[in-house]
């Protein structure tokens, strides 16, 4: 045996199973803990029920539907969606929502971006004005604006005219946007900065090459904020779209739902159609949303 080495092995500790944890918590524990989970467990239904009754109706024939309304279906009906998507015209739709959210998205996060970065870090004679006036404008719905909104949108143009009405949604989204970028930009270092200016890099530089991707998690949140917001908004498409072939999906939906209002079946058919984008853009940027979230709630 070797010098200094005992020759008893140390014990390895028992592993506890799920019934000694649960023991050791208690009645009073135990309640507790059953309880976060019941609650979890009713929060969880409260909002993946409303989606899986839209699908299971969305799966139905009219009939079934009317019958059986809160169960699944009784036979899946694929048809409903292909004649949904014919009847609808969601194609069309699809697409215009599709270049007036994406256009918007574009103006947006380059106007906000600057502006946050500015109201950061930049010292300025009236910048606790325009923090004050951002985060008021906040509380102001476009329906307060709907009158002047729409007489500005006549003289220049902006009627009928899906870049118009694209920069419209990037002006009313551009509140928040810059509030929640501004929070991400003051998490960041000065040093980094101050680095950046003895190197000689200019504040375009310093923006663009340095900050600007350390605040992905912030841009990827107003992206998500704002992508939700202008896809789903019927009041500024329904009061500057006037022409059907330029209709969004809510205009889309609002028309199918009033011409076949008894073909529910369809109708949710139209709504999962219209909704996948929205999952789609989430589940790609799912990670920098929850990075989001939790970074920028460090400053505010």
Known sequence: MAAGTSSFATPRPARRGVADTLGDLGWRGLLEFSGIYLAL???LLQTVYPLLWVLFGSLKTKTDLINNVWGPPQ?????????AWRIAGIGSRIVNSLSIT???LVVLVAVATPCAYALARLKFRGRAVVLAVTVAAMLVPPQVM????????RDLGMINNRLGLAVIYAATSMPLSVFILRSFFL?????LEDAARVDGASRLAILTRI?????KPGVALVVIFAFIEIWNDFF???????KPELQTIPLGLVAFFQQYDSLWNLYFATLMITTLPVIIIF???QRQFIAGLTAGAVKA
């Open 41 to 43: 467990g009713i929060v």
């Open 211 to 215: 900050m600007l991707p350390l605040v």
């Open 102 to 104: 994406a256009a918007a």
């Open 236 to 242: 500024l498409a329904f009061l500057l779209l006037r």
């Open 283 to 285: 589940l790609l940027m």
């Open 75 to 83: 036979e899946l009906v694929f048809q409903n969606y292909a004649d």
């Open 187 to 191: 998490t960041l270092p000065a040093d």
């Open 146 to 153: 709907a009158i002047p909104l729409f007489l500005v949108a």
